[in-house]
């Protein structure tokens, strides 16, 4: 007898629901159990990969909204409106689930109401925790005329739109304050966090980082829906977003040759320590690669070539993240983290469930603009003729790389 199922199995289905089993068996334990049965925590190493993975880079990934809505509603360049959808809807799942991570970290998450009634003035996580509830109402409001085109409700989205530019101004302040504030959380660690990433520069390492990475972001979802649903957008927006990505990753490195030379950094670069290793690595692959592939113009005027600078941008971050969050806290706390096979599952599941609704999302919402490969032809040939403007050597064959 042969059973026929409403869907088709697929293995990036079965692995979906095999990170939901792991994760709601860990969040069971967790919320039953406590933070002690569920986790590695301890008061050596109080913050884990809950903090540094899912809640830092959670924010400095979903960074893209305000860039964004700023560059489209405050500076008017229209232009740019094809992949503002796209980049509103990452950073509402972003922050959204973010809020969610946080309440796996705090060991009694129901007072999380107490941040509203009483107020603590000196805490730089009041400001971040303030900014971000805010912000995820500015996300929502930015978002609600996707849901109401979807319906068809014409007069709400009219009136929102009036007040479209005020909330996009608040959003962009809002998500400065809290993304540089989450690096003034560690300004106050001198003696703990390692010299390869404790400055009195964190802020503003934390907001050049999340620009960068924000932008990557819009690469690298524009890559993975093309392949997914077939949706494109124009390869000049994407080359202008590249080229965003790279000024900002050499402004972050100059900064940091900048502090390092400053603080006398340079000889810890000498030291064979885990710290080294890492923090070598997260330079290399998260700002020297990416600047190197999008200076060659072959690769800057691609979306493979922009794929994999964005990839490597990412990774970079993430890295940069965690170590700060983990690794450059190691040394001085004396005690080695790693994270419980339930933090991992809480983690991974959390992410899976942000890649499930962002498919969904694009599935059955007016997201992308969808282009023909004329159009997309016609954006490849008009980014090429601006690069050869500039560079009249330049030998490229007319074919725009979309796989």
């Known amino acids: 007898m042969n059973i026929k199922l409403p869907f088709k199995i697929t293995f990036w289905k079965v692995v979906l629901v095999l990170t939901w089993i792991f994760g709601i068996i860990a969040t069971i334990v967790r919320f039953t159990q406590g933070l002690g049965a569920s986790t590695n925590l301890s008061n050596h190493t109080p913050w884990g990969i809950w903090i540094g993975f899912d809640l830092l880079c959670g924010v400095g990934l ?53 941040l509203m009634v009483y107020w603590n003035h000196h805490s730089v996580l009041f400001e971040v925790g303030w900014c971000v509830m805010l912000y995820n109402t500015v996300l929502f409001l930015e978002f609600l005329p996707i849901i109401f085109e979807r319906f068809g409700w014409g007069k709400p989205k009219k009136w929102l739109k009036k007040v479209t530019v005020p909330i996009v101004i608040a959003g962009v302040v809002l998500s400065t304050l809290h993304q540089s504030s989450l690096g003034s959380l560690y300004l106050i660690m ?41 949706h494109k957008l124009k390869l000049d927006i994407l080359v202008d977003i590249g ?3 790279m000024v900002t990753l050499i402004v972050y490195m100059i900064l940091k040759i900048q502090v390092f030379t400053a603080q006398d950094v340079w000889p810890y670069l000498l030291e064979m320590r885990t710290e ?32 994999y600078a964005s990839l490597f941008t990412i990774t970079g971050f993430l890295l940069n993240r965690v170590n700060i969050t983990i690794t450059g806290m190691e040394a001085a706390s004396g005690v080695k983290y790693v994270p419980s096979w339930m933090e991992i599952a809480v983690t991974v599941a959390i992410v899976s469930t942000g890649f499930f609704v962002f498919a969904l999302a694009i599935r059955y919402l007016p997201i992308f603009e969808h282009h023909t490969e004329e159009q997309e032809s016609e954006s490849y040939k008009g ?21």
């Open 62 to 114: 979903a960074a893209g909204g305000f860039t964004i809505a700023a560059i489209v509603y405050v500076f008017h360049l229209k232009r740019f409106y094809p992949i503002l959808r796209p980049t509103i809807l990452t950073a509402f799942l972003g922050y959204i689930l973010v809020v969610v991570a946080l309440m796996f970290d705090l060991g009694q998450p129901h007072r999380i109401w107490h």
């Open 190 to 230: 001198p003696g703990k966090l390692y010299p390869f990433w404790y400055s009195a520069a964190l802020p503003f390492f934390f907001i050049i980082s999340a620009v960068a990475v924000g932008c990557a972001m819009v690469i690298f979802e524009s890559h993975l829906s093309m392949r997914a649903f077939g």
């Open 276 to 307: 080294t290793y890492l923090f070598v690595l997260e330079f290399l692959i998260g700002v020297i690669i990416p600047i190197i592939l999008l200076s060659i113009k072959r690769i800057r005027i691609t979306t493979r070539g922009l794929y």
């Open 383 to 403: 980014v090429l003729e601006d690069e050869l403007s500039t560079d009249k050597g330049l030998n490229v064959p007319l074919t725009s790389d979309v796989t």
């Open 243 to 245: 080229r965003v990505m």
